[in-house]
């Protein structure tokens, strides 16, 4: 999604960052009821969701305040990098 926004749409890379993690909300509250409910027994460990309800709520208020100190180009080489590890990754051992 990051890229797309920033190539054809324009959207400057930390605009694009936050759209992103935005629109992560809708889906995962979408998702929720198809997974805890309609798949005939729970998809969803409740236990461990919270464990990563915290970290994530943590993770972006932390990263959303380091993003002010990083410039574009270092932020755009950043999200380039770690693109580039999990393509290879997932080209390598999928």
Do not use: C
């Not at 190539?7 to 979408?30: E, K, T, Y």
């Not at 309800?53 to 755009?76: C, H, K, N, Q």
Request: hydrophobic share 60%; no cysteine; net charge positive.
């Amino acid at each position: 999604m990051i890229p797309l926004q920033v190539i054809w749409a324009g959207v400057s890379q930390r605009h694009a960052n936050a759209n992103s993690l935005v629109a992560i909300i809708p889906i995962a509250i979408a998702a929720l009821p198809i997974y805890y409910f309609l798949q005939g027994r729970p998809q969803v460990d409740l236990h461990f969701a919270l464990f990563l309800i915290i970290g994530s709520v943590a993770g972006a208020y932390a990263g959303a305040r380091l993003l002010r100190f990083i410039p574009d180009r270092e932020l755009t080489l950043a999200v380039a990098a770690v693109m580039l590890i999990v393509g290879l990754k997932e080209v390598i051992a999928p």
